[in-house]
């Protein structure tokens, strides 16, 4: 009798915890627009569109912060397309995230949200890739640097930390790694150019020649 | 030294063995490292600041080359004993391990089947990848030269009898 009203006990307060953690549980509202696709990919919860929304090519990145390929591409490939492409209305970008490389990797793609609350995501997103260290939860993008990226930028601190620490943007990454899985990406970073007539996978950092091929090939 | 290596790759099979590691693990570390892309057109690159990745994928790669094939001649020739021989496949495999997971598809298919081990192993791997490499090429260096003393040794053994 003690041991079934033991287990039952159990049982009751597993229950009772579960409730309050889902009903503590922030909810998540965001004013997106849930339709926004290009080609295969549903970028509705991904980042603003860089550069020009009427162009005729968009280039999707899956990426991950703490990626160091991902580095390499922001600091390598990147400014020739943007140079190129971005700046002159031939293309803009999508940044998804695909955060699976270490524990701090959902929490930096969150703090990229809050800080596009604030309508700062690109340079939030910029100053992630130049602080990037190369140790994968060496720290470098813990809660508190994450913090302390959002100072520099001069963002509203109480919103931010606020919008940091209730977690409101964990369910997007979620949303936005499972793109990156339904769509075959097996990687960071990953990229799909979507022309007028198709679509083109690339994996990895590739040099600016390959993008350029395919982009000029879509035009 | 030279003269022993002149020995080994003199026998045209070991000379082959030679080429084949050597090509094989470079082509395959650069290709896991990103220098070398196979899609979706055949394309080779150094980003800058990768110069010194390049250059200990280059040494593991070209040492390998040198260090089995040598063991291997001292088994098959001399019927020495196997244990010099793990220096060398210890040397290549940290080596080759070092960097491989990352933030590419080996990492993901291992983060993907182990979770949070494979997560740990991976951030690991990613970041001790240039001590990792250093350190197999020292363990390939010594294994290198142990190899050559044993070889100098044993050979004199077997020209005498």
Known sequence: ?219 | MIKITKLVFQNFKFLFLSMIIFSSMMVVLLIISEYIFLEPYFVTHIPSGTEFGFFLITAISALSALVIPMNLFRIINLKSSKQKMSGSIVGSIVGSVAGACSCGPVGFAVISTFGSVGATATAFLTNYETPLRIIAIAILIITFFTTIKSLKIECKINFQS
């Not at chain 1, 006990?9 to 549980?25: H, R």
């Open chain 1, 1 to 219: 009798m003690n041991k079934k009203g033991a287990i039952l006990g159990i049982v009751v307060i597993s229950i009772i915890i579960g409730i309050a953690a889902f009903a503590s549980s922030p909810s998540e509202t965001y004013d997106l627009d849930m339709a926004r696709t290009h080609g295969d990919i549903s970028t509705a919860m991904g980042s603003p569109i860089l550069g020009n929304p009427l162009a005729p090519i968009t280039i999707v990145e899956f990426g991950d912060y703490q990626c160091h390929q991902c580095y390499n591409w922001f600091h390598n490939t990147k400014p020739m397309i943007m140079r190129d492409y971005i700046e002159t209305g031939k293309a803009n970008l999508v940044f998804v995230d695909f955060a699976f490389l270490g524990k701090d990797s959902p929490k930096a793609s969150q703090a990229t949200y809050c800080a596009d609350d604030q309508g700062k995501y690109w340079e939030y997103h910029n100053s992630l890739y130049t602080s990037q260290e190369s140790k994968i939860d060496s720290g470098w993008a813990n809660s508190e640097r994450l913090k302390a990226f959002a100072f520099n930028l001069d963002l509203d601190m109480a919103l931010f930390n606020q919008c940091l620490d209730s977690e409101k943007y964990s369910k997007r990454i979620q949303y936005n790694s499972q793109q990156a899985r339904d769509n075959g990406v097996r990687g960071t970073p990953g990229f799909f150019i979507v022309g007028p007539d198709d679509q083109k996978q690339i994996a990895g950092a590739q040099p600016f020649s390959v993008f350029q091929r395919i982009m000029d090939s879509m035009v």
